[in-house]
């Protein structure tokens, strides 16, 4: 009896690691001219599959610290298939932003190849720096860039991007601003009316601790539907990185409000994680 035991929780084991793989997705940052690859831990649904994919994000620390997991991990209990990219391990080895939207748009084709996806039900969630990747894929910029015919996310989540930026990109005036070099000053004149929900952090270092920014930034589209279809949760009392695992801070030079210095304050909250875990699947799976 021991022994079944023991050998029916390897069985376990071997079942649920089979839920998880490496795999390799394709994208070309000049028009389909180059296909590369890069990395991409794919999940399986552990739950009733609900035929719908989740691209997830990382921030601009890199994948290496392991913040995608825990979304991947919960939303393939939700019955979601999940890709998490992993853009680059390390903040000093991020590539330029048009590569990053192109790894963006790979995900994308990447996930609407998979048997047992919808192609019209697939949605990306990204915290910071995947936060912008994510709004910005609600551009129409976007999808003519990079080729991707009649192809649309189909709902979009931003945690805790830095909303100061989003509001001078959608006014005209990304010059300046880290994440949006080389990309045309009008990459946000035109948009999908994609339905996005903003998790804000209403005490956000970049943004001055302003709760109202994001809002602001939404006031700033110029796409009356655009507009309309997104929603901002400001989580007030709650900082940047709020799902890091730690409390920590570093300075920032020029990436605050007007581009100045600041140093970021990021306080772990687990009330926070579990809030906006919850936020996102209501909003994914609200028709």
Known sequence: MKNFFFCFSILLSVITASAQSLVKVDYSIDKGVTIKQLDAVLRSPEGEPNRQGLLILHHGGGFSLNTTQQYGEYFTKQGFVTLELKMFNEAKDSPDPLTLHAYVMGGLKYLAKLPGVDPRRISAMGMSLGAFLTIDSASTWFYDQYQAGDLRFHKLAALYPVCWFMSEAAKGQPQGIRPFAGLPSSFLERWEGIPLLVLAAGKDSYDSQDSTACGNFVKNIN?????????????????????????????????????????NFIIFSPTAVDKGKKSILSFLNTP
């Open 223 to 263: 796409d009356p539907k655009q507009a309309q279809v997104t929603k901002v949760e400001v989580f007030e009392n709650t900082t940047h990185a709020w799902d890091h695992g730690k409390n920590y801070s570093h300075p920032v030079r020029g990436g605050c409000t007007g581009r100045t210095n600041c140093t």
